[in-house]
């Protein structure tokens, strides 16, 4: 977890100052919680950046209004929500008509409708906008008006009206796409939570969360820094002392400027907590051994954030996000020529699904960068994946670019019952006639992902 930096007046900060109206802003640290409605300025931790702020205008016609919500009944009587039929396809992408939610095996719709601890969790990787990002040239196969941010916002908005979330997990933030866009619309019924990066190695692009603030109350956070928890952990393990290889990987480590936001909610209903992640993991194909440590220092990380605030060891908890790891990778490419006949599921998802990874794994440390430091990881949780409980298999895809296509993005649980999952907006067994995101219709090179929970 990161330090609190020293308090900033508001004085270094004019320009954010004047679009709060110079209203009282107290900054200590990395994470930044905005207060929404009602939520208290002490947190009780010293990682939190409070503002109070006026009310969203009125969103107008054609300015981001959600689509409208369809109620419809399957043979079983679920009540369904899709979005509307007909938006305008990219030529080269099949248009999205419908998504439609799934039951889990085991669940009764009926009980379900009813259940007041049943929670909506809705993570999306939005691509983050700049130069360096939506407007690259690696998404250079995209028409540059459909990567403009005024034309990807106002989609990504609907959606995330449309489905209606009680947690929105977002990444690929960067600081004015919060404060200007999300936060500006999203302020009057959610708390918003950002992970903001002001070190030297910032990417300026990094994780946030909204929580509906009628549903849950925001009693703590933490904002875990991978590369300055990476220090205190080898060192723990004598690395600055042992070999090159070693070194190697500490420095590897200290590099990834990569981020998870940790918060502790409380149901105002029943008054259960649980603690949601929004989180995302490194990029780079070539160091899945950097994604493996990333996971297993989230999982630390969690387990030290429930042990500080003597919290339930059992608490439910939702760790969604961009985890740029594939669930199973079932062909040889240049990183992994030799695939098992089963298949080779990445370290990190491996790792998170199963409580452990030992040594002879192909992503671990010690196979990728021959490091002596590192041995078997036992993660501190076993997690489910929403979408594989209950489809059964993750989906084919979560992503695609002219590149690349995979699934990299889940909705993990632990002692949360899993109600629910978004259908894909392509058939279960191809994604034939779906080409490359983003386009017209998809304002991201990521799908969103969204599922029904149900707290104990």
């Not at 002692?415 to 994604?431: E, I, Q, R």
Request: with cysteine; aromatic share 10%; hydrophobic share 35%.
């Amino acid at each position: 977890e990161t330090s609190a930096s020293p308090s900033i007046s508001k004085g270094d900060h004019p320009t954010l100052a004047q679009r709060y109206m110079a209203l009282p802003v107290r900054w200590t640290g990395f994470l930044a919680v905005i207060v929404c409605a009602g939520l208290p300025s002490s947190m009780g931790g010293r990682d939190w950046m409070t503002a109070k702020t006026a009310q969203r205008p009125p969103v107008r016609q054609g300015s981001g209004m959600c689509l409208p919500r369809l109620p419809l009944r399957n043979r079983a009587g679920m009540r369904r929500i899709l979005t509307r039929r007909g938006l305008r396809a990219a030529a080269d992408t099949q248009a999205l008509t419908e998504r439609e939610f799934q039951l889990a095996p085991g669940i009764d719709r009926n009980a379900v409708a009813k259940d007041a601890s049943r929670f909506r969790v809705f993570s999306y990787n939005v691509l983050a906008d700049g130069p360096k990002y939506a407007l690259s040239d690696y998404h250079g196969y995209s028409p540059i008006e459909n990567r403009r941010w005024k034309s990807r916002y106002p989609r990504i908005l609907k959606e995330i009206r449309h489905y209606d979330p009680d947690i929105v997990c977002l990444q690929e933030i960067t600081r004015p796409m919060f404060q200007n866009s999300f936060y500006k619309d999203l302020q009057k019924a959610y708390t918003g939570l950002y992970a903001a990066k002001t070190d030297r190695k910032s990417k300026y692009q990094t994780s946030a969360m909204f929580v509906r603030t009628r549903r849950f109350k925001v009693i703590n956070g933490s904002l875990i820094s991978f590369a300055r928890m990476s220090e205190d952990y080898f060192r723990s393990l004598g690395a600055h002392e042992g070999s090159f290889n070693d070194l190697d990987l500490m420095a590897r480590m200290g590099a990834q400027d990569d981020k998870a936001l940790i918060a502790l909610l409380e149901d105002r209903g029943t008054q259960q907590r649980m603690v949601a992640v929004s989180t995302h993991l490194y990029w780079n194909p070539k160091e899945p051994h950097v994604k493996v440590l990333q996971a297993y220092l989230l999982s630390k990380a969690l387990d030290e954030f429930i042990q500080r605030n003597n919290l339930d060891p059992e608490i439910p908890l939702v760790v969604a996000g961009d985890f740029n790891s594939l669930p199973n990778k079932t062909e040889p490419d240049i990183y992994d020529p030799v695939i098992p006949p089963a298949g080779l599921p990445s370290g990190a998802y491996a790792g998170l699904t199963t409580g452990c990874l030992d040594t002879k794994h192909p992503d671990h440390p010690k196979q990728r960068t021959m490091a002596e430091c590192v041995g078997d990881l036992k993660f501190a949780f076993e997690l489910t994946s929403a979408y594989a409980h209950v489809f059964g298999t993750e989906p084919l895809i979560t992503t695609k670019t002219d590149k690349f296509s995979g699934t990299l993005d889940y909705i993990f649980v632990r002692n949360t019952k899993v109600a629910s999952a978004l259908g894909m907006p392509f058939d279960k067994d191809s994604v034939e006639g779906f080409g490359p995101i983003p386009n017209a219709v998809f304002p991201s090179d990521h799908i969103a992902i969204v599922s029904d929970l149900i707290l104990p």
